[in-house]
């Protein structure tokens, strides 16, 4: 099993930033990525960043490219998803996701990842 603790959200105005984190622990030596989505009210969970855990490859939603960026700390099993540029439409509950499965591309497949954190709210006030 991979436990995963999210934190950093909170409450910013619209073109502010916040930088999420999230820990990993347990078998970390079966991670292969990790990911971020995000559910916003009445809205269906969606794809928003992820990184190959080996090589550092990214890969973001259209949405958000230019404006988040993720990185890891491979001694610290943690990785962080920085958001500037934040807009109100960006206000939802984000998830850190852990993908054990390995696959050649960093994927946005909801399905592929099988470990997930509890969630972390971000509000972007207009």
């Known amino acids: 099993q991979v436990q995963l603790v999210e934190s950093g959200g909170g409450l910013v105005q619209a073109g502010g930033s916040l930088r999420l984190s999230c820990a990993a622990s347990?078998?970390?030596?079966?991670?292969?990525?990790m990911g971020w989505f995000r559910q916003a009210p009445g809205k269906e969970r969606e794809f928003v960043g992820a990184i190959n855990w080996s090589g550092g490859d990214t890969a973001y939603a259209d949405s958000v490219k230019g404006r988040f960026t993720m990185s890891r700390d491979s001694a610290k099993i943690t990785v962080y998803l920085q958001m500037n540029s934040l807009k109100p439409e960006d206000t939802a509950v984000y998830y850190c996701a852990a993908r054990n499965v390995y696959r050649d591309y960093v994927g946005p497949l909801e399905y592929e990842y099988g470990f997930w954190g509890q969630g972390t709210q971000v509000t972007v006030s207009s």
């Open positions: 347990g078998r970390t030596f079966s991670i292969y990525a």
